[in-house]
């Protein structure tokens, strides 16, 4: 059994980390809250802007008008994957589910005769994919300040990537938040934009004003930075969730493995009195002898 001050020492060491956990659980809950609201109020406008783009780009292909490169499939040869987790750690299995789901995407048959490079954005993923993928770009500092121009910047350069045929194909990576426990891991294609048919079809008869061309060459554009801001608001409400959530059950192991720690402390002080006691009465018998 070790000894007094080493069980001292060590509860004390359990204290000091329950007290750093306690503290960065209440500041991811008050982060969170925050982040929760902003993507809950997003998600209704991103959605449905994505829903028009959709069906608007679906008539134009089948009037034969409208932004074409966008929608049109090509052979993939080349496939740049979009991936999203934090800058920092401490949130559980937030930023190796990343990991594993691209693992996953590499492992489709569409993709196997591919090359597959990498966007990140957070440092966790960069530092992950690094030593055996081609990032052929980093924006983790887009956290530092979360706002629609410096997203708009990344995306802009996808899609220049995509129109020049640089990369056949463009897929999403990152946390979907549900709620504080819970965040689902998603994979959307980016581009070329996925079209419904029979919404093309059925809004073939409508009349555009000014024109359909243009509607659609405006609306992709602002659908297509909507849609990766939409999954980086995602992503950073979910990493608080997680962190929140991680960070509260290593509080309450610290508070178990202390209360432990105190039980075998009072046990081993009261066997060393138990032994003093022994020891006072072995030398008074000595003596009376």
Not at 50 to 65: D, H, I, K, V
Not at 95 to 104: H, L, R
Not at 118 to 140: A, C, R, V, Y
């Amino acid at each position: 059994m070790a000894n007094l001050k080493e069980i001292r020492i060590r509860i004390g060491s359990v204290s000091s980390t329950m007290q750093i956990t306690s503290a960065m659980k209440m500041v991811s809950a008050a982060k969170l809250k925050k982040a929760q609201d902003a993507i809950t109020a997003m998600r209704p406008y991103s959605n449905k802007l994505s829903e028009l783009m959709q069906r608007f780009s679906g008539a134009s292909e089948a009037s034969g008008t409208g932004e074409k490169s966008f929608t049109n499939k090509r052979k993939i040869k080349k496939v740049l994957v979009i991936a999203i987790s934090s800058n920092r750690g401490l949130c559980g299995a937030f930023n190796t589910n990343i990991a594993k789901e691209i693992n996953i995407i590499k492992s489709r048959d569409e993709f196997k005769n591919s090359e597959i490079d990498f966007l990140t954005i957070g440092k966790k993923i960069k530092n992950i994919l690094q030593k055996t993928e081609k990032i052929i770009q980093n924006d983790s500092d887009v956290f530092d300040e979360l706002n629609y121009e410096r997203v708009s910047k990344i995306v802009e350069k996808v899609m220049d990537l995509f129109l020049t045929q640089e990369y056949d194909h463009i897929e999403i990576v990152y946390n979907s938040f549900k709620n504080a426990a819970t965040q689902i891991i998603k994979s959307e294609q980016f581009l070329p934009i996925p079209l419904n048919e029979k919404e093309g079809s059925e809004n073939s008869d409508y009349i555009f004003e000014p024109s359909l061309e243009l509607i659609v060459s405006t609306l992709i554009p602002k659908s297509l930075k909507m849609q990766l801001f939409k999954a980086i608001r995602d992503s950073f409400a979910s990493e608080h969730g997680a962190r929140m959530t991680a960070m509260h059950k290593a509080t309450d192991n610290a508070s178990e493995l202390r209360d432990e720690l105190k039980l075998t402390y009072n046990k081993a002080r009261q066997a060393s009195i138990t032994n003093e006691i022994l020891e006072i009465v072995g030398g008074a018998e000595a003596l009376n002898n």
